[in-house]
DNA sequence: TGCGACATATAAGTCTGACTTTTTCTGGGC
DNA sequence: GCCCAGAAAAAGTCAGACTTATATGTCGCA
């Protein structure tokens, strides 16, 4: 998915993120530098230069005669990829789906209503193409083959909206709908009702009806989060 | 707002940032690590550090024998505070305050309804002192009174959906309030419609009535918009 | 002429040690 | 009890030497 551990700084981070997103330093913490060069076993430089990383991610807060101390959640950039994937992979990975379901639930449709005024005829095809997929792989615990035309599905319409913040978002959907079928309990096979309603969803946004696309996504993001209210209630 | 250049690195930042968020260096343009400490008078370390920061937005990328690489604008963390607000201060900010007030479009009336369940009391209470006190201050070019208020209010609704998601885009939603009465083309007096809305919005989410606190807001960011294509069309 | 192996130059990456600066803590004097 | 000066601690900064990966160019061979 992306670029782990470059380099001795990145090998650090990739210790330490995990470590502090899972609250393993309860937020007040206080680490100093050098000890943190000892325990990884490089040098202050490459020690600060992760420390500088986190901070920019606003994990932690470095201060001079104090030392590098852990910031509460509340500060936390959770839109940054790398923190997010890092509390994925945490202890309270449910509660991280259920945020980003919700924020999808939010963006997502209005997304796919701008995408029915705005998508190219190339991203159209490729929109059915994703659907017809989708569709070709709903049955007979094909669920890999079935996950990779939904992220490209969901990808297409994000970015086909226009929008940029929108656009970006598509790494976080392949994230959660990657988690739900990896990770966590589902189906043997997909909801055929979400299935129907993804091909037409690439419909309304091929006919340019922008308020019945917007319906149709609400309709499937709705059916994400009571999928996650069955499994974890 | 926030820290601007704590410590040189920092300073570093604040200079290097803008400027590639402004696009002075293209895509693909390579800086190297050295001339970049000369220039800025600053050693190697701290230079590097600053790299390192660029780097974890996704603005640059470093590798051995080549340099310093810009990335292209789609590669960046545009959720960052930090770069939002690189953005912001720079040329093309009319564009990023609509992809923003297009994502307000889809969040804030979603945050609306679930403030609406999930309320506390005081929250609620200080949602109807924000209301009130826009009302107060929404004639006689009393803008930053309003101003106040109004990014009072938006944020306690996005703190209530009780989606850490959401309520983590109250800076923003405060920039992009900020922008418009500061920077750009205000009207003298803020639009009538939008301070009833505010008050009704806090009354919804009073008596928990999700569909209509939705509804309202929705109706709050569709003149937002509206707004901004009759200042840029 | 074309291609692959090898040599080389380059810029990032790393480490170390010395020094500076800021800020908290401590203790003494009033 | 309060305030100020001094000390201590940790981050911050710098300079220099060394290592490593890698893009590129060169040479020989087919």
Redesign the pocket.
Known sequence: MSTPG????GHVLDSLGPAITAGDFPPGSV????ELAQRF??????M??A?RVLESMHLVE???????TVLPESEWNVYDPQVIRWRLAGADRPRQLRSLTVLRSAVEPVAAGLAAAHATPEQCATLTECALGMVANSRGQQLEQYLFHDVAFHRVILTASGNEMFARLGDVVAEVLAGRTHHDVMFPDPDPAAVTLHVQVAEAVREGDAGRAERLTREITVGALEELDILAP
């Open positions: 470059r380099g001795l700084h680490l100093r530098t050098d076993d490089v040098s202050r430089s490459v600060r230069e420390v470095s201060r001079r005669r104090v030392g590098v």
